[in-house]
Structure formats: C-alpha cells, structure tokens
C-alpha cells in the first residue's frame, strides 16, 4: 500500500465531507430568515443519519457482490471491510476502509442536494423518513451501477468519473419527483420569496468548490497524473461555467449578479463532475463555458414545467449533470485517460451512446422510484409541513429556534 | 412640547444628528424603519427572476422638543437631510400632553 495514495484519499474524504456543510450554506442563503435552521439542519442531518446507514447497509448494498443492479450484503454491519481491498470487482490502491470512508461521503451529501428543490416546506420527521428510504432504495444501486464492475452502466463502458450520472443526474430526477409529489411553497408565485442572505450562499460556493477538489481529483483513488488533471479540469470549468453564466445573465436581464457568480460556478462544477479525469486540454473550459450557459436558460424548465424547484437543483444538478454526462462522449481523451476515447477525439459515436443509455437509465429508475418513496413516506407519516407550521417557518415548528433573534 | 417625527434616508443620519445637536439639541431616538411613498420600491433580480422590493429602509428620528424650538429643529433636518432626490423623506409634530423623566420624576420642561 502506498502512503502517499492514501493519504490523497483519506484528505479528499474530509474535503468532500466539508461540501455537506458548504452546500448547506449555499442553500439557506437563499431561503427566507424563518426558514433557515430548517435547510441548515436538513443538510448536517444528512451527516448523521446516512453515516449510520452506510456503515449498517448502504455500502454494501453499493459494493458488495458483482451483480448487475444492486450489490449484496456481504459487508453489511462492517463486516469484512476492513480486510477487503477490491470492493468495486478490482484492487484498490488504497486500503478498503479508506474506499469504504471516500464512498460515505457521496453517499451523505447526494440526498442532500435534492433539499433546495423542496426548500420551506418539508416535515423533518418525513424528511428523515424519505432520505433513509431513497439512500438506500435508490442511492445505493445507482453507485453500484456506475462504480462497481459488475453494475450494468460500468458494464456497458460508460464513464463517469466523480457521479455526474450517480450523483446529480440521480439527484436532479430526485428533486423533480419529490417536488411533483410536495406541490409548491405556499405563497409561491403570488408572493416574492427573494434570497434572504446572500454572502451566506457566498460563503457556501467558496467551500463548495474547495471541497469539489476531493470529489473530482479523490475519484482517481490514487494520487496519480489523471488525479492533477481532474483538479485542474475542476477549477477551470468552475471558472468558465461562472463567466459563460454572467455573461447571458448580463445581456437578458442587465446585470452581473452575486447570485449569479456563485451558481454559474457551481453548474460547471456539476457539469465536470463526470469529466473530470477523461478530458484534458482546453475542453474543461468549453464544458464549463457551456454548463454555465444552458443552465442559466434551464433556470426557466421549472416554470415550464409548473413545478416549484425552489433553489434551482434541476437546472444545476440535473441540467449540469445531463451536460457533463453527455459532453464526455465528445470530449473524453484516451490520451488522457485510457478508459474512454469521445466523438472528437477519433472514437466515434459508441461512448455518445453508452452515455446517454447511462443518463437514461439514471434518470427512469431514480425519478419514479423516488416519486414512490416520496408518496408512501406523504401518505402515511406525511413528508409536508401543515399549513400553520409553513406559515410559521420551519425554524420555529421543526425545531423550536430562530436563527436570527431580534 | 411637541414630538417632532422625522423619516429620513439612512445615509443622512450623521449628518442629521450633528447638526441638531449643533443646534443645541440635546437628544433623540432612532429607529431603523422600512416603508414606502412616493419614491415606491425597487427591482431585485435573483436567476433571472425580477422582485418587486416595495418596502425601502429608512431611518425615523424622535425629537421631544419645546414649542419655540419646533421651528428650528424642523429647518434644521430639512436643511441636514435634503439631497433633493425623490425619496427624501418627512416631518410631521404632533402635541405631547406630558413628560417624565424617570430618574428624577422631574416633568414639563425640565424633563425634556
């Protein structure tokens, strides 16, 4: 075992973690001051309770056995885990307990995203409820089909290198569904419900992109070439997603915003998410560029499509997730990264097609799922707020706070 | 006495306060208020979505003075807080029947 991997690993397992609180940031500046301690403790919640699952089933529902769909509970209650070197069906260059601990935090901040899209109106106790349910029922098998060799996306010679399909094309749908199944914030449309701290949402990109470093340049699972180049594709298209984002922004409406900065920046993290280390080059720019652009006019599906996606997660995680995906069928580079050679780099069209078959997969299975989940965990235990304690807002009827006294 | 009210632009408030106590003024109350009239609210676009922001801060200003100072109190923030741009603000004074001041019981005048 070679000391300087692991402690590659072990140090992106900590980044990716501080992404949960980041991200937590990142929403509740943009949720009206009642609502705040409730999108705060949804997210660190998520620490919690989906730690405690992973170590009892969700890991090894992700990586034990080589099934097609789903793993297996060889390693369930940490059984074996710390004694196992090739979880995914090939040997780590890591110990087993530091994959078990860098997968652990995938699997704690991806239910988290789905949080914005349902942002003031979810009961905490059907929140605990749902993401338990939608860890483990769908969260689990996704992983296992992208990462572990016997999962049919892996199978199938589609690529994604940090989870664009497993963690936000996944989460994207999720959001969408939940959000068809909750209805809308009351208010929403006849009342402005404006960002009510922005430099809070400031602060949360700052630790997000800080953390993306672990998520992407960790998902070498080494320390390696491809893990530099997955760093640098990271910050660049981080960059350029903010500067394609502004500049759209500034011609429709007027001005470069804050807010604007800020989700640009995060869409093209999204979008290089399953880039990361299979393109080189300028590409990192251009996907970025493009994330940042199509997300902002994807800013106006929710209204087409009727739905209240209150902070926006199908236009970034979805939208940028489907980009990223989609994009590395172009731009992957066997120069690069031997596993996958894209449209332009004379690969021609069979990693296109292996990629979209992925997001199509992803996107079936995760979004009627969830809307399953989300219905029984509504219909029985109930997932939205009564209407009194939306009124009042979620820090005041979940948890007896305020996160601003008077 | 009188209660002189003053709702003014919150950028003017030191500049208000230092001329009414040029004035010999020799205290006052400030509270951070928001409102409208007619300089009505403002745009704020967030993702491309406009909100109409109706409510613009502003600060409010409580003066207890005596009647023959009323005049040069009201001259003496018109002249602090104008910058002749819609939005300035106003006075208004309206009669107080009585004052205590509560350390020494002391009323009328005297407690002012």
Redesign the interface.
Known sequence: MDAGNNAWVLTSAALILFMTPGLAFFYAG?VRSKNVLGMLMQNIFAMGLISVLWAFIGFSLAFGGDGNFVGNLDYAFMNDVATTIDFPGFELAVPGMTFFAFQMMFAIITPALITGATADRLKFSGYALFIALWSLIVYSPVAHWVWDTGGWIFDSGALDFAGGAAIHINAGVAALAVVMVVGPRRGHGSE?M??HNLPLTVLGTGILWFGWFGFNAGSALLADGIASQALVNTHLAAASAMLGWLVV?KI????A?T??AC?GAVAGLVAITPCAGFVGGLSPIWIGLIAGVVC?LA??LKTALKLDDSL?VIAVHLVGGLIGTILLGFFADDTVNALGDGLFYGGGGELLKDQVLAALGVMVFSGVVTYILATIVQKTIGLRVDEDGELTGLDQSQHAESAYQP | MKLVTAIIKPFKLDEVKDALKSAGVAGMTVGEVRGFGRQGGHT??????????DFVPKVQLEIVVDDGQVDLVVDTIVRAAATGKIGDGKIWITDVDRIVRIRTSEEGTDAV
Request: aromatic fraction near 12%; avoid cysteine; hydrophobic fraction near 20%.
């Open positions: 943009m402005p404006p960002p922004e429709k409406t007027g001005h915003t807010l604007g989700s902002y800013l106006g926006d | 704020e676009t967030y993702r491309g979505a406009e909100y109409k922001i």
